[in-house]
């Protein structure tokens, strides 16, 4: 019943600039954390970034220092700044949270959201 919706993707020339949205909805007691995944075409989805309700960040090497993570507790949403964009980091990018809901705690998945970095 909980669903997160993924938003902001798009064409982008390099060294340009996407914010990522993503958006939970559902009877939602609290949010454990949420982040990102992508997963480019031919390669294994790979981990972006994470945020958890205490506001810890962590970020993959690869986006570290050009993509910020953030949230808003309030209406169940966390963003993606991405900045400096490279064609390498054209992929379809998925919202991955760990839910609190009466039945306990539940791990959804967005339906991806596609970047597309090129010129």
């Known amino acids: 019943q909980v669903q997160l919706v993924e938003s902001g993707g798009g064409l982008v020339q390099p060294g340009g600039s996407l914010r990522l949205s993503c958006a939970a909805s559902?009877?939602?007691?609290?949010?454990?954390?949420m982040g990102w995944y992508r997963q480019a075409p031919g390669k294994q989805r790979e981990f972006v970034a994470v945020i958890t309700g205490g506001g810890s960040t962590n970020y993959a090497d690869s986006v570290k220092g050009r993509f910020t993570i953030s949230r808003d507790n309030v209406k169940n949403t966390v963003h993606l700044q991405m900045n400096s964009l490279k064609p390498e980091d054209t992929a379809v990018y998925y919202c991955?949270?760990?839910?609190?809901?009466?039945?306990?705690?539940?791990?959804?998945w967005g339906q991806g959201t596609l970047v597309t970095v090129s010129s």
């Open positions: 559902g009877i939602i007691f609290s949010i454990n954390y």
């Open positions: 991955n949270a760990a839910v609190i809901t009466e039945r306990g705690t539940r791990q959804v």
